[in-house]
T-cell receptor
Framework: QKEVEQNSGPLSVPEGAIASLNCTYSDRGSQSFFWYRQYSGKSPELIMFIYSNGDKEDGRFTAQLNKASQYVSLLIRDSQPSDSATYLCAVSGGSTLGRLYFGRGTQLTVWP | DGGITQSPKYLFRKEGQNVTLSCEQNLNHDAMYWYRQDPGQGLRLIYYSQIVNDFQKGDIAEGYSVSREKKESFPLTVTSAQKNPTAFYLC????????????????FGAGSRLTVL
């Protein structure tokens, strides 16, 4: 069974701060990593994906991947109240194209 | 607009009934998926299909059935054998491609919330 672990939170940060979300995974064969945002009662929406070691930036979001440590993180700079949501980490499932394994999510609250 | 349409949005089932959730996509995606989400839980894969007339069991397929007769459609039936079907059901699709590309990004429908009375 492939495990994807996330801090369940909740994580609470003030507006304008950096929010740091962490994810570890068990399968060393995983090659693609995804961060989804899910608002309460809604479906997940993609924030970004990463597959190379290092950092990938997209606006206020930065994904960081360390395959040796089996660790992927998401940083949200200048956090806004609209960023309050649950963030899901997803990891590719080896040889099956498209097969993803999800963590339980980290609930983030950004207070004004 | 391209996207995934799930229906119904809310569904109530009595004990012993089978119900079918609809999922239609006009994105021309190869693969389609059904996930189940329970409160405070991540998404768990029920079934997936990479090609028409073929599908594979995911991690929690017991009590569910699917069909893939058309590329655009992947309905999910929740049978009476599923003992705890109350959950949020999410259909997704993706283009299949090289592992290290954006081709395997999942696009989700709005979801169907099933409640057993």
């Amino acid at each position: 069974q492939k495990e994807v672990e996330q801090n369940s939170g909740p994580l609470s940060v003030p507006e304008g701060a950096i929010a740091s979300l962490n994810c570890t995974y068990s399968d060393r064969g995983s090659q693609s990593f995804f961060w989804y945002r899910q608002y309460s009662g809604k479906s997940p929406e993609l924030i970004m994906f990463i597959y190379s070691n290092g950092d990938k930036e997209d606006g206020r979001f930065t994904a960081q991947l360390n395959k040796a440590s089996q660790y992927v993180s998401l940083l949200i700079r200048d956090s806004q109240p609209s960023d309050s949501a649950t963030y899901l980490c997803a990891v590719s499932g080896g040889s099956t194209l498209g097969r993803l394994y999800f963590g339980r999510g980290t609930q983030l609250t950004v207070w004004p | 607009d391209g996207g995934i349409t799930q229906s119904p949005k809310y569904l109530f089932r009595k004990e012993g009934q089978n119900v079918t959730l609809s999922c239609e996509q006009n994105l021309n995606h190869d693969a389609m998926y059904w996930y189940r989400q329970d409160p405070g839980q991540g998404l768990r894969l029920i079934y997936y299909s990479q090609i028409v007339n073929d599908f594979q069991k995911g991690d929690i397929a017991e009590g569910y059935s699917v069909s893939r007769e058309k590329k655009e459609s992947f309905p999910l039936t929740v049978t009476s054998a599923q003992k705890n079907p109350t959950a949020f059901y999410l259909c997704a699709s993706s283009i299949l491609g090289a592992i290290n590309s954006g081709a395997n990004v999942l696009t989700f429908g709005a979801g169907s919330r099933l409640t057993v009375l």
